[in-house]
């Protein structure tokens, strides 16, 4: 089982930037393919952005150019670099394996994006 801990959101104005990290614990992390996934209110929870345990990365349509996914497998850490951060960014955070598995959900990180 993978534990995970997502930091980094907060309030940004539209344009800005954030980065988020996703801390991961219990189990051989390289080996998983991660993602990071949003869920604005009232919505579905949906992805954002994976990479495999080799690096290779894919991106929802919305974020393509703006959102960067990266992990350092010695830390176990997986991140996510945010530029010009439109309103339609504000969500909870979460990251988890690809696919997701119900158990290793955390509690996400807010990100807020408003003037």
């Known amino acids: 089982q993978l534990s995970l801990v997502e930091s980094g959101g907060g309030l940004v104005q539209p344009g800005g930037s954030l980065r988020l990290s996703c801390a991961a614990s219990g189990s051989i992390f390289s080996i998983y393919a991660m993602g990071w996934y949003r869920q604005a209110p009232g919505k579905q929870r949906d992805l954002v952005a994976r990479i495999a345990g080799g690096g290779s990365t894919n991106y929802a349509d919305s974020v393509k150019g703006r959102f960067t996914i990266s992990r350092d497998n010695a830390k176990k850490l997986v991140y996510l670099q945010m530029d010009s951060l439109k309103p339609a960014g504000t969500a909870v955070y979460y990251c988890?394996?690809?696919?997701?598995?119900?158990?290793?959900w955390g509690q996400g990180t807010q990100v807020t994006v408003s003037s």
């Open positions: 988890n394996k690809f696919p997701p598995v119900a158990d290793s």
